[in-house]
C-alpha cells in the first residue's frame, strides 16, 4: 500500500497525486516545486525540458525528486524518430519499425535496455514506450515508424523484448496506446479516430501485443484516444471502463493505467481537459498525462475538478486512492547498465532498410530533403541525411546533377514529387510505390539508419 489514504490525506492532495503535467523549461520553477511539495504525482518532460542536455536533465530531475521523492518523471524515449533526449542530433539506436524488420530480439531487448541505462542516470523512472500498436493501416499519420510491424505475434514478441529490457535497466515501462492505434488513418491529436473491427480481430490482433506486455510484466500500460465501437459506440477508450476493462479483466492486468495526453482533441474536444480527467479516473485509469508545456492554473482547474466530481458522487474517493496505491506501487530501483552497441544496432539497421529497384551511378549526387511536417508525437527533430538543399511539397526536385531525394511518408502525401530523383530515401513508413525512381524505405531515422543509407549510397558513388 501507498503512504497515502483516503483518512491520511485531503482530496486535494489525492487529486494532484493522480496529475501528470509538463512545464516548459529545462530548470524547476518555483510555482512547480510548491506543487510538487503539495503532492504532485509527477512531471512529464519534453523538448523544451532537455534542450539544455543530459547534465542539465539530471539536474532537473533531481531537482523534482529533491521537491517530492514520490515524483514520478517520465519521457517519451521511443528511439528512432521519437526522441526526447536526443532531440537536437538524432537517437543514436533504431527505431521499433527498424527494429521489427532486423528481425533480432535479442537486438530490440539491447536496445531497450541501452535506453533504459540512460534515462536511469537522467534520473526518469518512467519511460512511455514501447508502442505496442499493430501498424495495420500504412496510411497511420501518427503510429507508422513507430510500431514494430503489421504482424500482431512479431510485433508481441518485439514489445515483451524491449519492456524485458527497458525494465531491466531500472526503468519502469509504458506499453502504448491501449487497446490498439494502428489501424486507424487519423491522428488521435487533432481527431477522435475509429478502430472499426469486431471483437474477435480486436482481440487476436490489437491485444497481442498488450498481452505480451502484461505477461513481460510491464509496469505500466497507456491508454488511447480511439473510438472501438465493438466495445464502446459512444466514448473514446480513455474514458471508455468497457474498453480498459478489457486490459482489466481480459488480459488480468493491475499495474499502473496512464492516460495518453489528456489536452489531445481525441480526450478532450468538446468536454474540456478537466471533464476529461474526471471521465478516466473513473473509467480506471490512475496517472494523468495532461499534455506539453502547460500551466499552473490548468493544473488546479484540473485539481478542483477531481475534488469536485468526489464530493458530488461522480468520482468515489475509493477508485482515487487505489489510483494513488498503484501509482506508488510502480515498479522503481536500479539495474543492469547496458552501452549502445554500436555495431550491433548498424547491423540490425543494415538488415532493415530495404532497396526497391537497381540504385544508379550516384556520382556528383545531391541530397534533396523535401520539407515536410512530422506528426505531433514526433515533433520537430533531425531527420535525413544533411541536405544540400530543400524543396516545398509540390516542387519538382530536378537540378543539374543527380538527386537523392529525402522524403517522409510519401504515399500518403500526394504532393510529394519524385519523378526527376535519381534515387528517393524514404524516412518514414514504406507505404506503396507507384514506381518510379529506385527507393530505399529506412523504416524511421536514426544516426545507424543514416549510416546504413549513406553505405549503400556511396557504394553507388555518391562522393561526400
Not at 236 to 259: C, F, Q
Amino acid at each position: 500500500m501507498s503512504d497515502l489514504t483516503g483518512n491520511q490525506q485531503s482530496l486535494d492532495r489525492l487529486a494532484l497525486r493522480v496529475l501528470l503535467p509538463a512545464f516548459p523549461g529545462t530548470t524547476l520553477a518555483r510555482e512547480v516545486a510548491d506543487l510538487l511539495v503539495e503532492g504532485l504525482g509527477g512531471v512529464c518532460l519534453f523538448g523544451s525540458n532537455t534542450a539544455d542536455g543530459p547534465d542539465a536533465v539530471a539536474g532537473l530531475t533531481a531537482a523534482i525528486h529533491a521537491a517530492a521523492p514520490y515524483a514520478v518523471v517520465a519521457v517519451d524515449e521511443e528511439g528512432g524518430d521519437v526522441t526526447r533526449l536526443h532531440a537536437l542530433q538524432g537517437s543514436p539506436v533504431l527505431g521499433p519499425a527498424a527494429l521489427g524488420a532486423a528481425g533480432d530480439l535479442e537486438l530490440t531487448r539491447e536496445t531497450g535496455a541501452a535506453i533504459g541505462t540512460e534515462l536511469a542516470a537522467a534520473g526518469i523512472d518512467l519511460d512511455l514506450g514501447p508502442v505496442a500498436d499493430v501498424n495495420s493501416d500504412p496510411d497511420n499519420p501518427v503510429i507508422g515508424t513507430r510500431s514494430f510491424g503489421t504482424d500482431a505475434a512479431a510485433a508481441a514478441a518485439h514489445t515483451a523484448a524491449w519492456v524485458a529490457g527497458l525494465q531491466g535497466a531500472g526503468v519502469a515501462a509504458c506499453a502504448k496506446h491501449f487497446p490498439g492505434h494502428g489501424d486507424t488513418a487519423q491522428d488521435s491529436h487533432l481527431a477522435l479516430p475509429t478502430v472499426d473491427v469486431d471483437l474477435p480481430t480486436l482481440l487476436a490482433r490489437e491485444l497481442a501485443p498488450f498481452a505480451a506486455a502484461v505477461e513481460a510484466r510491464v509496469a505500466s500500460v497507456m491508454t488511447s484516444h480511439i473510438l472501438v465501437p465493438a466495445v464502446d459506440p459512444t466514448l473514446p477508450a480513455t474514458l471508455s471502463r468497457p474498453v480498459l476493462g478489457l486490459l482489466r479483466d481480459h488480459l488480468g492486468y493491475d499495474g499502473v493505467l496512464v492516460t495518453d495526453a489528456l489536452d489531445m482533441a481525441g480526450a478532450s474536444a468538446g468536454r474540456g481537459i478537466p471533464e476529461a480527467a474526471v471521465l478516466s479516473l473513473a473509467a480506471g485509469a490512475d496517472l494523468l498525462c495532461i499534455g506539453a508545456d502547460k500551466d499552473v492554473a490548468l493544473v488546479r482547474e484540473i485539481q478542483a475538478a477531481i475534488v469536485a466530481a468526489v464530493r458530488a458522487g461522480r468520482l468515489s474517493e475509493g477508485r482515487l486512492v487505489e489510483a494513488v496505491d498503484r501509482i506508488a506501487r510502480m515498479p522503481r530501483g536500479t539495474g543492469r547498465a547496458t552501452a549502445v552497441d554500436d555495431a550491433r544496432q548498424l547491423a540490425g539497421a543494415r538488415r532493415a532498410v530495404m532497396v526497391d529497384g537497381a540504385l544508379p551511378d550516384l556520382r556528383g549526387a545531391e541530397v534533396v530533403s523535401v520539407a515536410t511536417a512530422a506528426n505531433i508525437a514526433i515533433g520537430e527533430v533531425p531527420w535525413g541525411l544533411r541536405p544540400d538543399r530543400t524543396v516545398r511539397p509540390g516542387q519538382p526536385p530536378g537540378g543539374d546533377r543527380p538527386v537523392v531525394l529525402q522524403v517522409r511518408d510519401a504515399h500518403r502525401r500526394p504532393e510529394v514529387l519524385v519523378e526527376g530523383a535519381a534515387v528517393v530515401v524514404e524516412w518514414g513508413w514504406p507505404g506503396p510505390y507507384a514506381g518510379g525512381p529506385p527507393r530505399i524505405c529506412t523504416r524511421g531515422y536514426s544516426r545507424p539508419g543514416a549510416a546504413a543509407v549513406t553505405e549503400l549510397l556511396r557504394k553507388a558513388g555518391w562522393d561526400r
